[in-house]
Structures are given as C-alpha cells and as structure tokens.
C-alpha cells in the first residue's frame, strides 16, 4: 500500500512538473523587452557607436553564443510553436540571437502579408486585402498606410520583424501564392515593394522582403531547381528584390526554398554575396525560410547566409563546432555573419521609436477604415454592359448567390493568414447596404441549379459570388519527403494539403455550372470573383453582362463590395497580371517537378512579343465614368545615358461621375540591337478627376532604368538609340498614345 501510494505521489508530481512546464514554457511563455537597456550602454549614442558596439559584443562572445546567434530558438523549444499553433490556435513569439550575458535584445518575426500574425493575447488584428488586391490599386501611398498598421499591430503585440512585403514575381497564374504578391511585373512590383519596406521601418520593425529568388510554384518549392541564363536572373526576376535593397534600405531578406542553378537559395554564394552584397551592397542580414530551407550548414555559411530560421538544424552547434575543427570553415566565417545581424538589428534595438505601441492601436476604426478603402480600390472591373451601378433605389429584391456568398473567406491559411476581430462577408455587407433602404435580399447558397435559376428569374438583382478559398490555392504544407516522391513522379503522391498550386485556371465546376445557369436569366446579373490570381473566363464571360474581381479583400471586403456594386464608390483598380484567352498561352507550368526553366518571356512581355491577343490585358479595368488621354508631350526628346525622359499627356473625365484613373507609361525597344520585349512598364500613377474634369499628367523615367544586362560584359548597358514611350489607361496597344525619344 505505501508502495502504491508512493508511486501516486511520484506521478502525481510528474503530471504537475511536466504540467508547469507546458504552462510557463508553452502557454504563458516570457516575453523580452526588444529594445535595448541603455543605461546598460550609456556611451552609445550615434550610429557609428552601434556598429562599434556590435563589434566589441562579437569580441565578448564565446564559440558557443556565436553560434546561438547563426539560428533562432534551440530545437528544444519546438514544443512551444507546435503546440500553440496546433492547439491554441495562435502564433507564438520565437525570440532568435537573444543573449542575456551581454544584454543583447532578441528579434521576433511575424508574417504580414495581409495583416500581423503573432500575438500572444489572440487577439484579432486588422486583415487587409491580399497584395494582389493592393497591387490591382496601383496606388503605392496606400500600400505605405497599410504596412505602416501592419508595423504598428506587431509593435503593440511585442514584433520587431516582419516576414513581408512578398515579391516574388507572378509567372503562371496557377502558382498558389499569387495572392501574396503585387503581380507579374517586376517594375510594380519593386514599387510596391519599397513603399512597403519603408513604412514598415518606420516603426523600427525590420523588414524582410521575400522569397530570395524565383520562388514562383509552390507544390515543388522544397526540391525545384530553377534553371535560367543570367540575363533572365537580373532582368525579370532580381530588379524587385534590388529596389527594396538600393531604394528600401531592407534590413534583412528572407531566402527561399528552391534551388537555383543547381544549388539551394540558401547555399548559393552568387545570390547571396556576389549579386547581393558585392553588387547591390546589401549590409542587412538573411534569414532562411522556415524548417526546409538549409540542408548544408557549412555551405550556407561559405554562401552568407546569417540566421536559420525557427531553429537550428543545419546550423546545429555541433555541426559548426565540427566544421571549425575539420577546418572546412573559419571562425571567423561564423563572426562575419554575426556581425552582419548584429550592426544592423542593434541599430533598430536602439533607435528612438515615433509613438508609443499598445493594443489600443489593433483593428482601431481607424486602420479597419483603411483596410475597407483598400478593397474598395483594388476591385477591378472587368466587363460592364450597362448593367452597374445598380441604383440606389427602394422595392427591390436582390438574390445574392453562391457558395462563397456568406463564407468568411480572406485567403489562405498558411504563414500569411492574419486573424480579425469580424469579417464582413459579400452577403454580410450587400445586406447590411440594404437594410437601410428596405430592399429585401435573399441568400442562396447554390445548392441546387434549378432553384437559384428560378430565384434569379424572379428578383430585380442578381449577384453570383465564385470563386475559390484556402483549400484551393495557397501554401502547401507537406513533408519534404513527399514532395521529392511527387517531383519525381510528376503527379501527387499521398494526401492533398490544403491550398497549392491550382491544376488548372478554371471555376470550380459547380461554380461554371452555376454561371452557365444563370446567363440571360436575369438581365441585372453581375459575376463578382473571389480569388488570388488570373483564371480562365473563356467558357462563360461573353455569356454574362458584367464580371467584378473582387479578390480576398479583407475583413471589410462585403461592405467594400456594396459599396462599388452601387456607386458609391467608382472602381478604379488594374489587372495587375494579363489573363490570356487560353491556358496554353501562358509558360509552361506545373506544380511537380524536379527541375524546370524559367525563360525571359512571360505575362504581357510573352504575349506583346508573340503577338498573342489576350482577354484581358496587364492593366486594364473598367470605371462607371470614361477617361480620355490626349496630347502626349514628350518633354526631353533628346538625353544623355544618364539622363532622364519626362513625358505630360492630359487626361480627362469625360463622363458624369467622379472617378480615379491610372496613368500607366511603358518604354518601348523597336530599335534594339538585342532581342527586347516590345514594351515595359517604367512609370504609373493615380489622378482623381471630378466629372468633366481635365488635369496634365507628368510622368519619367530615368534612361539607367532601360538598360539591359549583357551577360557577356557582365554590366547592364544602356543603348544609344531611338525609344517608343506609350501613355494610357493599360497595356493594350489600342490604349495607349505613342511617342518617342532618343538617348544619345
């Protein structure tokens, strides 16, 4: 009996240890000041001081803390992120290169696409539009006000490093983290990119643009080796991630998974050191992405890259201890690298912050007021038979259709995924409109054709929502085991994560049913498109009187709907991508393989230079008013190579509403002596007209930023030679208005 009561106590007081520790470790974990003690350092004062400082930490650390500070938690710690995503449904802070010993503050990293993510408090934050949608806005001050609330929530939720602005360049249209991105085109993208990074950075959060390089399918990402020549590297796929380094001043970037050229990102020295530090003169820090990005420590190393992220792997003590000692790398490779971190998070740790951070500031009415302005300008649009606005008017009977209709449906669920306090869903917010009216609205949630048919026959409006959700496309998460297996056999091999790489362009087949169903049922009819990326129309949109793309659109995107559906806002937003006729036109694709090629064609560039006509154009989107371009004036005619070509062209509001317009200027290369697309994007801006109203548009671009790199040379060269310059509404040739100039 004692022995059973003995044995009791003893479990007894297993269970309460093992109990307590999941409790202080794991649910109530400590959370550290980011900041620094300055009183523990009064001397430091200036910019210089930190970089000094940074070097005398180096010189005290041991072996051992130079290492802690190559990674972010110790493996042992893996409970604490597993358990609190898995079970408490919340993101928890991962606190890397903290040392006590020395007083150096630790940096925690939430991902942002869409909204901050980690917060210990789960509480919801404020969850914009996805950066597709932003990018469909084409308005770079509001991505600025965006991040600037993304930054402000991860201050106030203890963050001093955001995983964001995504720019990887959007190939194919079937990639499953489209919606993370601003689009196909590296110039937007590099703006939006740097618009980001600095507003981030305001608030002493590190940015890290990612994922460093060509991270464009998912399904594959953990094994893909992406092949291209050089000229494709630095003319298509590097320019964004150059501008948030040259013009963002990002902190650090975030490498990505694939291979390149043979050799994981995170391995490879031409990227990482030769383009990146040598070259563009980088002097931030790298981190790797999560879990499955370094294989070969040692490699990493020699390549530059500084921290493993969550924790350390191939970065392991041992394994660097062993390197030293078998000489196959130099202590003082792993001081380099700390050092690099070091100079530039301490420079965050001790700069003056603008404002105070508390959790007042999350999802205040304020940043929830921006993320509806968001959705509002980012819905492109995209057909319109005199069919919108709908009219504000009383008595009416509006059906709003589909199984997406009341579904709470931001994006994906993977690392980007942010969540809010509500989310107002398309029938949510056509309701909420109509209320205060006393127009009745009724839900029908396409269960069966005939009846939504009949419905749709019978009400003043119909409204059909389609498109897709986080089990369609997004991050796929699958072992690294299973993606080689499905690379190699080309096929999926095991169990289907949730999102990916979506198969093919279309609908959902209840959903093209549905649209087939509903054509010329009603003549009120508007199709509305939620989703990340381009899909194929070609069955169904000649069929319906007016297509809206209204993405993921955020935690306000039911009342941003309304709100364009009847006027009250005029839409204003771009494809920031082309959508083809057919699929076959786009590059080649798929979402399982081992290796493929990226060429130096795609998007507007593929089809502009095979002369292929699309559906929809990079750029395009429709308003309730009609703007008129005239009058392009080519200001500077002549310049030198380092010079710059400005260009006015008027613009009117020729119709009877006020709207926005993008002003969109594309250089053209007729005259090159090497093979060039046909035309590039190299300016854009917004201009708010009154109805009625004209203004002179002024737009440039510097000659440095038309020159092509020649591999041979290994130097971008700019060519003296006549260009065309193009000014309108999008790509579309029939849009544009032509000019010319000469670099001389």
């Not at 106590?9 to 649910?27: D, E, I, N, P, R």
């Not at 041991?62 to 358990?83: F, H, M, R, V, W």
């Not at 009846?451 to 796929?476: M, P, R």
């Amino acid at each position: 009996m004692k022995l059973l009561k003995f044995i009791a106590y003893g479990l007894g007081v297993l269970v309460l240890a093992v109990g307590s520790f999941l409790y202080f470790t794991v649910y109530d974990y400590t959370m550290y000041p980011l900041k620094a003690d300055k009183s523990k350092f009064p001397n430091v004062h200036t910019e210089a001081d930190v970089e000094q400082l940074a070097e005398e930490l180096v010189a005290q650390m041991t072996l051992d803390e130079k290492i802690e500070q190559l990674y972010g938690e110790p493996l042992s710690n893996a409970a604490k992120l597993g358990i609190n995503l898995l079970y408490l449904d919340r993101f928890p802070h991962i606190y890397a290169g903290r040392n006590e010993r020395l007083n150096i503050p630790p940096f925690v990293l939430s991902d942002g696409p869409r909204g901050a993510r980690v917060s210990k408090e789960r509480r919801g934050m404020t969850n914009f539009p996805v950066a597709m949608s932003r990018g469909a806005s084409w308005d770079v001050d509001l991505e600025s006000r965006i991040n600037e609330v993304i930054a402000i929530e991860m201050r106030a939720n203890g963050v001093n490093y955001a995983a964001t602005p995504c720019i990887n360049l959007l190939r194919h249209p079937g990639w499953g983290r489209a919606q993370e991105t601003y689009g196909e085109d590296p110039w937007l993208l590099g703006e939006f990119g740097v618009a980001a990074t600095l507003a981030i950075q305001k608030h002493n959060v590190m940015a890290c643009p990612k994922h460093f390089a060509l991270n464009s399918i998912e399904n594959s990402r953990f094994v893909i080796d992406v092949q291209l020549d050089e000229r494709t590297l630095r003319e298509v796929y590097l320019p964004h991630f150059k501008k948030v380094v040259q013009e963002g001043n990002a902190a650090s970037l975030m490498t990505a998974y694939n291979k390149v050229q043979g050799e994981y990102s995170s391995e490879n020295r031409h990227l990482l050191t030769e383009i990146l530090r040598d070259e563009w003169g980088f002097e931030g820090f790298l981190t790797s992405d999560w879990f499955f990005a370094v294989y070969d420590g040692i490699a990493s190393v020699k390549a530059g890259l500084n921290v493993e992220m969550p924790f350390g792997q191939a970065y392991d003590n041992k394994i660097m201890k062993q390197a030293i000692s078998d000489g196959q790398i130099q202590e003082s490779d792993i001081e380099s690298l700390v050092l690099g971190t070091l100079k530039t998070r301490l420079k965050y740790a001790f700069a003056e912050d603008p404002m105070e951070y508390n959790q007042s500031l999350i999802a205040n009415p304020e940043s929830v007021a921006l993320s509806r302005e968001a959705a509002e300008k980012g819905m492109v649009l995209l057909k319109n038979e005199g069919v919108l606005p709908f009219s504000h008017s009383g008595n009416k009977t509006i059906a709003v259709i589909g199984a997406l209709a009341d579904v709470e449906n931001t994006g994906d669920h993977g690392s980007s995924n942010s969540a809010s306090p509500y989310v107002v869903t398309p029938y949510a917010g056509i309701n909420n409109y109509h209320f205060k009216l006393g127009n009745e609205v009724t839900l029908d949630n396409a269960s069966d054709l005939v009846a939504s048919k009949s419905l749709a026959e019978k009400v003043d409006e119909v409204i059909l929502i389609v498109g897709y959700t986080y089990v369609d496309e997004g991050e796929f998460l699958v072992s690294t085991g299973a993606a080689t297996e499905s690379a190699k056999q080309g096929k999926l091999v095991g169990p289907k994560s949730d999102g990916g790489d979506r198969l093919n362009l279309k609908l959902r087949p209840e959903d093209e049913a549905m649209i087939q169903a509903l054509a010329g049922s009603n003549k009120n009819l508007v199709v509305v498109y939620v989703g990340g990326s381009g899909i194929d129309m070609s069955a169904w949109d000649k069929n319906v009187p007016a297509i809206l793309f209204a993405w993921y659109s955020g935690m306000e995107g039911g009342n941003a709907l309304a709100s364009v559906l009847y006027g009250d806002v005029n839409p204003s937003g771009k494809l920031p991508f082309s959508i083809a006729r057919k699929e076959s036109d786009y590059p080649y694709f798929t979402p399982y393989a081992e290796e493929i090629t990226y060429g130096y064609y795609h998007g507007y560039t593929l089809f502009d230079k095979k002369n292929i006509e699309v559906a929809y154009p990079f750029g395009f989107g429709l308003s309730y008013t009609q703007y008129n371009y005239s009058e392009l004036n080519v200001l500077t005619p002549e310049l030198a190579e380092d010079g710059t070509v400005k260009v006015q062209v008027t613009v009117s509001n020729t119709g009877d509403m006020a709207g926005e317009e993008v002003v969109q200027l594309y250089a053209g290369f007729a005259n090159s002596s090497v093979d060039r697309p046909v035309k590039l994007l190299r300016d854009f801006t917004r201009v708010a007209l009154q109805a009625g109203e004209s203004t002179v548009v002024t737009l440039d671009v510097a000659a440095k930023d038309l020159a092509w790199y020649n591999p041979e040379a290994k130097q971008w060269q700019v060519e003296k030679m006549p260009y065309e310059v193009y000014v309108g509404a999008s790509s579309d040739k029939n849009q544009l208005l032509l000019g010319s100039f000469t670099i001389e």
